[in-house]
């Protein structure tokens, strides 16, 4: 189970191509509300989440995702539960995820010192030890995987079909959602 945490003012894009592009390879996925079900994002999208952070079944958990979006980042930031349960999950061996500003949550809780890792550009100062690598729209460093921007939405939520089913499950993906003419 992928369990992707949304909270107000989280990155539309980058919440809904990846669990779009999990679902399309089978990967059962839940979006999770930090606060709430009708969780509202940063442009004016309200998403109704499949659960609330209560409901979060770490035991089944392959992979959290964590979207960008100021909004959202610091309502996480500021959500002590959420911080416990990716504390948790990393402890577990449960893969993370974070895109755009996000991975900046992982870095304030240490998980991502002496990676590589990406972060939204311009934010490199709050990636503490991280090998940050700016330019590189996804960089898959062990059981965590970051991204750059919403504009990496399709890259990232493809490396995340990788990293739970493969290869082959990937391209399958990008096959699905790009037109050959």
């Given amino acids: 189970m992928v369990y992707i945490l949304l909270a107000p003012g989280f990155e539309e894009a980058e919440a809904l191509v990846p669990a779009d592009l999990l ?12 606060e709430a079900l009708a969780v509202p ?3 004016g999208i309200t998403v109704t989440a499949d659960c609330v952070l ?13 979207p960008g979006g100021m909004g959202g980042v610091n309502a996480i930031r500021a959500c002590a539960p959420a911080l416990e349960l ?15 500003a996000a991975p900046t949550i992982l870095a304030g809780l240490g998980l991502l010192d002496d990676r590589s890792a990406v972060c939204y550009p311009g934010m ?3 990636m503490a030890s991280a090998d940050v ?7 898959v460093d062990g ?13 990232f939520g493809l490396a995340l079909v ?19 003419h």
Avoid at 56 to 62: F, G, S
């Fill in 54 to 66: 209560s409901q979060v079944d770490l035991a089944r958990a392959d992979m959290l995702v964590l």
């Fill in 86 to 100: 990716i504390r948790t999950a990393h402890a577990r061996g449960v893969k993370l995820a974070a895109i755009c």
């Fill in 124 to 126: 490199e100062g709050e």
């Fill in 23 to 34: 679902r399309r390879a089978r990967v059962e996925t839940a979006l999770v509300g930090v």
């Fill in 162 to 180: 990788e990293a739970l089913k493969g290869p082959a499950a990937a391209q399958e993906v990008y096959h699905a959602v790009h037109c050959h």
């Fill in 143 to 155: 059981s965590i995987i970051t991204a750059e921007a919403a504009g990496s939405a399709f890259p």
């Fill in 133 to 139: 690598r700016p330019g590189t729209p996804v960089v």
């Fill in 41 to 43: 994002g940063g442009h």
